[in-house]
């Protein structure tokens, strides 16, 4: 079989491809924004569809006994569970991927777990979205990642 082109080869992708992170563009802090809107946006889904499915199998009686301390534990456990998620596996939420950004350490490879982590733990900071009327946001700057461009505009 000719070794320059094998149709059963598998496909090479262009995001897991960093070798120079002086190439990668920083994404703005519009794109930002916006990946945080459409985050939350599946967020909030993700909420209501658990409060459904609960309020469906407790009935009114047992949403009210569960009291309000389960429901902070919930969100609490839910937005560090998306952020976990879509990030430890593909460095991006939907959000990101949406708008074509990707979180990438500063080197400009795949951020480590310990890292993910780190990102998703500084976003529990009181007033951490304020952070980014500085430099970076604090949700960047503890861990030592940044996100990037993806594709062109």
Avoid: C
């Avoid at 598998?10 to 916006?34: C, E, H």
Wanted: hydrophobic fraction near 45%; aromatic fraction near 16%; proline fraction near 5%.
């Amino acid at each position: 079989m000719n070794t320059e082109y094998n149709p059963y080869s598998p496909p090479t992708g262009a995001i897991a491809d960093y070798v120079d992170a002086q190439s990668l563009q920083v994404a703005g802090k519009g794109r930002r924004f916006g990946t945080l809107i459409i985050d939350y946006v599946g967020y909030y889904f993700i909420m209501f569809v658990i409060g459904i499915v609960i309020g469906i199998a407790l009935g009114r009686q047992g949403v009210q006994t569960l009291g309000i301390g389960f429901w902070y534990l919930l969100a609490f456990a839910v937005l560090l569970g998306y952020y976990l998620f879509f990030e430890g596996i593909w460095q991006r939420t939907p959000g990101k991927f949406i708008l074509g950004t990707v979180v990438v350490d500063l080197k400009g490879g795949k951020p480590s777990f310990g890292q993910i982590l780190g990102r998703t733990f500084s976003r529990l900071i009181p007033f951490e979205a304020f952070s980014f009327f500085g430099q970076d946001g604090w949700h960047d700057s503890l861990p030592k990642t940044k996100v990037v461009m993806t594709r062109k505009g």
